[in-house]
């Protein structure tokens, strides 16, 4: 055994999984627009690089979490079939009152 994994038994382990090694973690942008509340209270939101991919909620928060799941989902079974992701060039632009949200997910 090493100096270090002595030191640390667990370090042997680092970037691992059972033993095995890992593969760098795939990350891709999802760029989300955010719609103000509508007079019902909800809020909607769709990801402006996949916009087959919307969501509405109670809160922003609700429709992120439903968003960056199916995104997710979407991204996830389209990258581990090697299909190609048909991403929108360029994205949606946000309207007047909507907001943009940046969030890096990783697979």
């Known amino acids: 055994m090493s100096d270090s994994a002595e030191a640390n038994p667990l370090a042997a382990l680092a970037g691992k999984k059972h033993g095995v090694p890992l593969g760098p973690v795939p990350v891709f942008n999802c760029i989300v627009i955010v719609s103000p509340k509508d007079a019902a209270g909800k809020v909607r ?8 991919i919307a969501a509405e909620g109670s809160s ?9 799941s199916e995104f997710k989902r979407v991204v996830g ?9 048909h991403w ?12 943009q949200r940046l969030i890096a997910v990783h697979l």
């Open 88 to 99: 929108q060039d360029p994205p949606l632009q946000p309207q007047p009152g909507d907001q």
């Open 77 to 85: 079974e389209r990258h581990a079939a090697a299909q190609a992701i």
């Open 60 to 68: 922003e928060r609700d429709v992120l979490q439903q968003l960056v």
């Open 45 to 52: 939101a769709r990801v402006a690089n996949l916009p087959e």
